[in-house]
């Protein structure tokens, strides 16, 4: 005769004394209540796999949060998944795995994810342009849903108006970061494939234009309007050390001391400051230290070279020498990065090697199995280069150069 199991009550639970080994009572059909050590009691569902046939364990719950009611109701639950062939534990995962889903892996907690890996290898600056272009444009329309869920029409709905305002370059720039957040959830297999792919083929390609940079004719333009500016002393410091040194916007506004070495002549930025994340070294020219002089008084018991007016211990603005030279008349014409331009343009002119030029101006070849092989930045080679540009600059300052250049300076040999 089949051994028969009397159902639990409560006043039997709550009277239920722990015991120095953990015992079990049991309700019946499988449900039973595991009383521990501690005094904790917990409800467990003994079941046949559907498909592993062996015994198994489904924790259902902690007593008194789970009633005696309700455990044998989550009891009777997975009993109908059982009689489906789905085993209760297995359908468990799936349906957190679907909340997770839901209010987990949205847009906006992805993309921070990713955000948190891409800022390191991009500049501070360039990190809160990208952050700050997902909370104007994106965020506030689409950050609580699941990246499961986002599709192409949804997101081109969504910049079309941008588009209609012209601003193609904002909308170029939020596909490209998007579909770099759609990359991620595929790698981090929250969706199976990245639904974005190809999506700026539904909007209009923003026209390249090439940086505003003067010729390098002009530059004894340049120099005399630096010299008459009404400025401050930092500001024309800066734009010149930008000049001579041929670096981008932000990595000489953030210039530091500690970055100059005197005795090898030598300035050193570091990688986590450069676009490309590569330690860059300039040989410092005369010239150069000159500027460092001139400064010196100002800022030299400081940390940054060029520090900011409004709190002397930040360094002022990327944007700083860019705003001088539009109040210097040179608005469509220059922008501080086209100072690299002219630096670049007047030296190929002069013939210097290309390789020598580029690794001056802390490009990395497209070519990743030559960069991977070619790591010289070509130090010591580059030196009299940039003496000679230095030299350059120099004389047009003196205004000996006629508007078409002047064959005074030979090209010094590179070798």
């Known amino acids: ?61 902690k007593y008194p949060d789970l009633s005696l009611a309700n455990a044998r109701k989550a009891s009777q639950e997975a009993k109908e998944l059982l009689a489906q062939g789905i085993d209760p534990q297995e359908d468990r995962k799936r349906q957190q795995q679907e909340h997770k889903a839901i209010h987990q892996h949205t847009l906006i907690n992805v993309a921070k ?25 994106i965020f506030p329309y689409i950050s609580d849903i699941p990246v499961s869920k986002i599709t192409a029409p949804q997101v081109i709905e969504l910049l079309k108006p941008i588009e209609a305002k012209g601003s193609l370059e904002t909308v170029k720039r939020l596909a490209q970061r998007l579909n770099e957040v759609m990359n991620f959830a595929t790698n981090c297999g929250l969706v199976q494939a990245n639904p974005l792919t190809g999506i700026k083929a539904a909007f209009k390609k923003p026209k390249k234009e090439n940086m505003a940079a003067l010729k390098p004719a002009e530059l004894p333009e340049l120099m005399g309007a630096i010299a008459n500016a009404s400025i401050k002393r930092t500001t024309r410091c800066l734009i010149e050390w930008q000049l001579h040194t ?119 070849d497209d070519n990743q199995v030559r960069s991977a092989y070619n790591r010289t930045d070509y130090l010591e080679r580059r030196r009299p280069m940039m003496c000679w540009w230095s030299g350059y600059i120099e004389e047009a300052a003196k205004g000996s150069l006629s508007v078409t250049g002047s064959t005074q300076l030979q090209v010094v040999s590179a070798q």
């Open 1 to 61: 005769m089949a051994k028969v199991t009397t159902r639990l009550s409560d006043k039997e639970i709550k009277s239920a004394k722990s015991k120095e080994k953990e015992y079990i009572l049991s309700d019946g059909d499988g449900l039973r209540l595991r009383v521990k050590p501690n005094g904790s009691k917990l409800w467990l569902l003994n079941y046949t796999h559907p498909i592993k046939r062996k015994r198994t364990n489904l924790s259902l719950g």
């Open 113 to 137: 994810e990713w955000f948190e890996i891409k800022k390191d290898d991009v500049t501070p600056d360039y990190a809160v342009d990208i952050l700050r272009s997902l909370e104007l444009h």
């Open 246 to 364: 041929m670096t981008r916007p932000s990595e000489a506004s953030g210039a530091k001391w500690e970055e100059i070495d005197w005795g090898e002549k030598v300035w050193t930025i570091p990688a986590e400051r450069m676009k490309k994340r590569r330690e860059h070294r300039i040989p410092l020219t005369e010239q150069m230290l000159e500027l460092l002089e001139v400064i010196k008084p100002i800022s030299g018991h400081r940390e940054f070279i060029f520090p900011s007016d409004r709190d002397s211990k930040k360094p002022c603005n990327s944007q700083t020498a860019n705003m001088a030279l539009k109040r210097m008349g040179f608005a469509g014409r220059l922008v501080s990065h086209g100072l690299r331009s002219l630096a670049s343009t007047t030296l190929n002119e002069q013939g210097f090697d290309k390789d020598l030029i580029e690794a001056a101006l802390a490009h990395v």
